[in-house]
């Protein structure tokens, strides 16, 4: 198992930004994927973006691209979500999740491990 802990959330106003990181622990992860989702109250868990371990290959929300980018830190073993220009709709709890074959899903169903989440809002 991958053990995942979600940091940086807060309160932000419109238009600011904010980096999450997901640090993982547990395994070693260079033939592994990672991914943030987000759920706001009431609707549904959606997909921000991925990344590989190995060679850095990312994907991202058609909606999203241009405003969020991923990154990580192999050697920290952290996956980072820079945001910016952060908007109300953005309000939600930001989960980071592991896939242990390596794709760059867009369904959460193909992630194995997850963390608690941490959660961000934006104020008008």
């Known amino acids: 198992q991958v053990q995942l802990v979600e940091s940086g959330g807060g309160l932000v106003q419109a238009g600011g930004s904010l980096r999450l990181s997901c640090a993982a622990s547990?395994?070693?992860?260079?033939?592994?994927?990672m991914g943030w989702f987000r759920q706001a109250p009431g609707k549904a868990r959606e997909f921000v973006a991925a990344?590989?371990?190995?060679?850095?290959?990312?994907s991202y929300a058609d909606s999203l691209k241009g405003r969020f980018a991923i990154s990580k830190d192999n050697a920290k073993n952290t996956v980072y979500l820079r945001m910016n220009n952060l908007k109300p709709e953005d309000t939600a709890i930001y989960y980071c999740?592991?896939?242990?074959?390596?794709?760059?899903?867009?369904?959460?169903?193909?992630?194995?491990?997850w963390g608690q989440g941490t959660q961000v809002t934006v104020s008008s």
């Open positions: 990344i590989t371990w190995s060679g850095g290959s990312a």
């Open positions: 547990g395994r070693t992860f260079s033939s592994y994927s």
């Open positions: 999740a592991s896939d242990a074959l390596g794709r760059l899903s867009i369904g959460s169903s193909d992630y194995d491990d």
